[in-house]
Structures are given as structure tokens and as C-alpha cells.
């Protein structure tokens, strides 16, 4: 056979591996308000999958024991969750990536990130109270990104909000058509299982001993069920005719365009409705796609390899000090050893340490597909944002920063330890740990720590001293808002009574405000001045 045959025969069959790979995995992440459930539903979801033998292990960190995502000092601390990891389990032919997100409402900005690297998110609500503040301010995020959202209402087996009320709910306040995929028999200590409303199956559920192992299942008709059923059934009955009428079914389309979301309903403590949830991830939620280029060009699945970096995680194993870049795979099929470009820098690179990263654990990673994770070591200076690819150039849009709604100013307190200083604060704006802002008149005499929220200035201010020596002391600053402006602005805002020009490393404008109601002032004597509440990397 010619050669040249043979390659293009060779060839097409890779490509054809890697859409078939893709096809098969499920790159997603879980949003919540704290105490929704989202440690205990991922650990229900790794049950589930058989990435783990027994519930226990993930919660054991609120006791003080090792788990999974203990990784910082402050996290076993405080018993929250700072960083966030990755946990890949494999249920029949299918590959799930779970994201994890950062419990604490602090650490929103990961999450932003996190989001930019999946394809879907669950979207996780207590039961009895809804939507709740986080949970809209991630939604926000969620939705600004088109991210495909499904919906667990958690909790069913205690007093909960009627599910009709709470359908309304997410219509109302998330703007999401909410179309119910299943429906909750009885509530709290009468919650009997759920009705799969697509295949008219009703599944009732046993409880096991704290929830360890997974719920004992009876799969019956719906009809049969119905006929049987006491007193719960007559409501759900009544429910189910109501939903049939007002045709709540779920659109696809409008699911994958993040326009609505199929509900389902569950108790991720008992494992009631759990399975139904994976089984969905794996029929509803999308698998891989092309992505989009900054220029606007998609790049497909079987082009060659293409990757985004969309977290750096620095001190992961203390012995070791060494920062972890978590890439997504794009296109392509990633190789450990392989050289590759980045898009920022136009350097080539050899991506050599590769892994798996489950929590405190790290497996060497030798191949990866489009919606893997790869976490590499020994690569100081990848960004977060950055594009690698092989072959063809790429770069794929910015990932987009949250407008820090918290502010101190940070002094050093050694004079012997500014390099330490300036060094540890460009490497935490790097990870993204904390944006550092800059007053143009000052530079780095008290640069503004700006985020989401307090504790991410703890995490800094132990880092700077455990990581770099250097001691700082932490002052309240004059602002409560900021927004980002163009560069054409900035004289606008110095001119301003109402705002201080604040400069980011990596030449973002923006305007800080002591208060909404400046803001407000601002925006009504410089209509023509955009604010932006999403700064880009
Ligand atoms: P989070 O990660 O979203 O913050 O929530 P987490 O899973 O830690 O759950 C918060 C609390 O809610 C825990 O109780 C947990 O047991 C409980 N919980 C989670 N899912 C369910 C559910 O389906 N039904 C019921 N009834 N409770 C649920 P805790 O008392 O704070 O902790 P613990 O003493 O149980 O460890």
C-alpha cells in the first residue's frame, strides 16, 4: 500500500478516536449555596459511579480526618473548601469529569473558572429554601457562559417548599424555564421516590444506615403505582395532570442553550434520586463540542490538539511547593511529552509531567481526550487564560474575572522582604487568588487586594507569610464596588469626584466607589463611560 495511504488512513482513524472519546465524556460541575449539599451529593455522585467503595470519605474532612479535597492548611482549618479539584469516574462507556467548585461563597471567582472549563453544571437547591443568594449570584456566572444547567432539588426527605413553588421559583427569579424530568412523592419522613415523568416509572426507594451505601430501588409503572398509592399519591397524582396540561416538557434545545432546565428531585443523604441524576448527565447534558476561537472560528474535536488553562493551584503538596495548571483539552488528543505552543507567548513548551489529580492524589496522566483535565507540574509560567496547541494556532477567548466586591489594602510589614512582598503578590493575582489593583499615584505602596470576599485575603496573607516570608498587615480601603472601564475612560474617572482609577498587572482600568450610590452618580454624569461588571484576564 502507498505510504501515503497508510498515513491518511492512520490518520483519519486517530481523528476518528478522538470524536468517539469525546462523544463519551461528561465535563461538568456542581453550584450551590452553602449547606445546599454539594459535599454531600458529589460524594453520593462518586458512590454512584464507583469511584468510591463508601460514603464517609469525602465528608470525613468537617471531623478533622483526611479527605479527598483537603488540601490547604486553612481548609482543615476551617473545615471549607478553598481549592477545588478534579474527580473523574467511569459508570458503563462513560467518562465523567466532576469539577469540583469551592464550597465558600468567598472563593465565587474559582468557580468562574471552574465553569469555564465545563460543559454542564448541576445546579443544587436545598429543598426547603430555593433559590438562595449564592446560588444566584452563580447562576449569573453560569448563565453569562451559556453553561447547560440541570437541576437537583435536594433534601426531599425533610419538610420541604411545594415542588410546584418551587418550579415557579426558578422560573421567576433565574428567568429558566423549569421543566420537572421527575417528581417527588410525599416529602420529609413520607418521601417514597420519585416519578420519572419521561418513562411514566415510578422508582420508591429504601433508606439505608446513614446514607452509606446506595438506596435499595423498586422500579414500578406508573399506572400500578398510582392505584396503590395512599396518601401522597392523590397530590402527586393531581400534580402530574397539572404538568401534563401545562406541558411542561423539557425542550433540548433550549436546555443546551441555557434558556431551561430539566428539575429533578431527590435526597442526596438517603441517595434518593441519585442515580437518575448521573443517568441524566449521561443522556441530557452535552458531551464535548467545538469551541470558538477568540477570532470567532470553531475549532473541531478532531483538529489537532488544543487546550485552555483555566487554574493554577500553587502549594498542593507542601513537601513540595510546587503549582499545579489545570488544563481542559479542547481538540485533539493530548500526549505526555508532547511540545506544544502557547498562544500568549508564541513559545513552544513540552508538556512532560502530566497527571491525574483526585483530590490529594496524582496518577501520571500519558494520554487525554477533549474534556479531560490535565494537571501539569514544572510549567512556571503558563496563565490562567492561556491556549496551547499543536499544528494550527488557536487562541481561545479570556476567561472573564468576577468585579471584586471586597477591598483592603496591604502593607508589608518587613522592609527587608519587599521583593518577597511584590514577587508572592504577582504570583497570587497570577493564580488568581486575589486581584491586585494598584493606585497609578502609589504603585506598589499599599496595593488593594480586591475579590469576592474576606477569605480570600486570609488565604493571601498566609500564603504571602507561609510561601514568600513576607509579613503583611491588612487595612480597610475606601471602595465597596468596582467596575471595569476602557482605557479611553480612565481620564473620565480620574476627573471624577465619585471614582478612583485603579490599575490591574495586567493593564485593566478600573473604576473603584466608596458606595452604590457613587456609582450610581457616576454613571448619570458620565453616561457615556461603559462599566463593566466582568473584568477580562
Ligand atoms: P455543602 O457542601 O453544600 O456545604 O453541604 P453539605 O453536603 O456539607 O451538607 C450540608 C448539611 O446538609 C449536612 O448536614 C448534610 O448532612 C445535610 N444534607 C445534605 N444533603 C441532605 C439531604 O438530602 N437530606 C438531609 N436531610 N440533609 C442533607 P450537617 O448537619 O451540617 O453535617 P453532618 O453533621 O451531617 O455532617
Request: charged letters at 30%.
Amino acid at each position: 500500500m502507498p505510504v501515503a495511504l497508510t498515513n491518511s488512513t492512520a490518520r483519519s482513524a486517530a481523528t476518528r478516536a478522538v470524536v468517539a472519546e469525546a462523544a463519551r465524556r461528561r465535563t461538568f460541575a456542581i453550584i450551590s449555596h452553602p449547606d445546599a449539599g454539594k459535599t454531600t451529593l458529589t460524594e453520593k455522585l462518586l458512590l454512584y459511579g464507583g469511584a468510591i467503595a463508601e460514603a464517609g470519605a469525602v465528608r470525613a474532612r468537617r471531623s478533622g480526618r483526611a479527605a479527598v479535597s483537603d488540601w490547604m492548611e486553612m481548609e482543615r482549618e476551617r473545615g471549607i473548601s478553598i481549592s477545588s479539584t478534579v474527580l473523574r469516574f467511569e459508570v458503563g462507556d462513560t467518562v465523567f469529569n466532576l469539577l469540583d467548585t469551592p464550597g465558600h461563597r468567598d472563593f465565587s471567582e474559582d468557580t468562574l473558572r471552574v465553569l469555564a472549563a465545563a460543559d454542564a453544571a448541576v445546579m443544587l437547591l436545598d429543598a426547603a429554601k430555593g433559590i438562595e443568594e449564592q446560588t444566584l449570584k452563580l447562576f449569573q456566572v453560569a448563565h453569562e457562559r451559556r453553561v447547560p444547567l440541570l437541576t437537583f432539588v435536594n433534601k426531599f426527605d425533610r419538610p420541604a417548599l411545594e415542588p410546584l413553588e418551587l418550579l415557579d421559583e426558578i422560573e421567576r427569579e433565574l428567568g429558566l424555564r423549569a421543566a420537572p424530568v421527575t417528581w417527588p412523592v410525599g416529602m420529609g419522613t413520607d418521601f417514597e421516590g420519585v416519578v420519572d415523568r419521561r418513562h411514566g416509572v415510578f422508582h420508591r426507594y429504601s433508606r439505608t444506615p446513614g446514607g452509606a451505601s446506595e438506596a435499595p430501588e423498586e422500579r414500578i409503572a406508573l399506572e400500578d403505582a398510582a392505584v396503590q398509592g395512599d396518601g401522597s399519591w392523590a397530590a402527586c397524582r393531581e400534580e402530574l395532570a397539572l404538568l401534563d396540561e401545562v406541558d411542561a416538557q423539557l425542550d433540548p434545545d433550549a436546555f443546551l442553550r441555557g434558556e431551561a432546565t430539566p428539575v429533578f428531585f431527590g435526597s442526596a443523604l438517603s441517595n434518593f434520586g441519585v442515580r437518575l441524576i448521573l443517568d441524566a448527565l449521561v443522556e441530557l447534558a452535552p458531551g464535548p463540542s467545538a469551541w470558538r476561537g477568540a477570532d470567532g472560528g470553531e475549532r473541531p474535536l478532531d483538529s489537532p490538539f488544543s487546550a485552555l488553562v483555566f487554574k493554577l493551584q500553587a502549594n498542593v503538596d507542601p513537601r513540595h511547593r510546587d503549582r499545579l495548571s489545570f488544563l481542559r483539552v479542547c481538540s485533539g488528543r493530548f500526549d505526555r511529552g508532547m511540545r506544544v505552543v502557547n498562544a500568549r507567548t508564541g513559545r513552544p513548551l513540552a508538556l512532560n509531567y502530566a497527571h491525574h489529580v483526585f483530590g490529594q492524589e496524582r496518577r501520571t496522566l500519558d494520554v487525554a481526550y477533549p474534556g479531560d483535565v490535565v494537571g501539569l507540574t514544572g510549567l512556571g509560567d503558563l496563565r490562567i487564560g492561556d491556549t496551547l496547541y499543536c499544528d494550527s494556532s488557536v487562541r481561545y477567548p479570556p476567561i472573564p474575572v468576577l468585579a471584586p466586591e471586597h477591598f483592603v489594602r496591604a502593607r508589608n510589614r518587613g522592609a527587608a522582604r519587599y521583593k518577597q512582598f511584590r514577587r508572592g503578590l504577582a504570583q497570587l493575582d497570577e493564580e488568581g487568588v486575589v486581584q491586585v489593583l494598584r493606585d497609578p499615584q502609589l504603585g506598589d505602596q499599599g496595593p488593594i487586594l480586591a475579590g469576592a470576599g474576606p477569605m480570600q485575603f486570609e488565604v493571601a496573607k498566609h500564603r504571602l507569610a507561609s510561601e514568600f516570608g513576607a509579613e503583611v498587615s491588612l487595612e480597610e480601603a475606601p471602595y465597596r464596588v468596582a467596575r471595569r472601564i476602557r482605557d479611553t475612560d480612565a481620564d473620565a474617572v480620574t476627573r471624577s469626584p465619585h471614582a478612583d482609577l485603579l490599575l490591574r498587572a495586567d493593564g485593566t482600568n478600573v473604576a473603584a466607589f466608596s458606595s452604590d450610590f457613587r456609582l450610581r452618580r457616576f454613571s448619570e454624569e458620565q453616561p457615556d463611560v461603559r462599566l463593566d461588571r466582568f473584568l477580562v484576564r
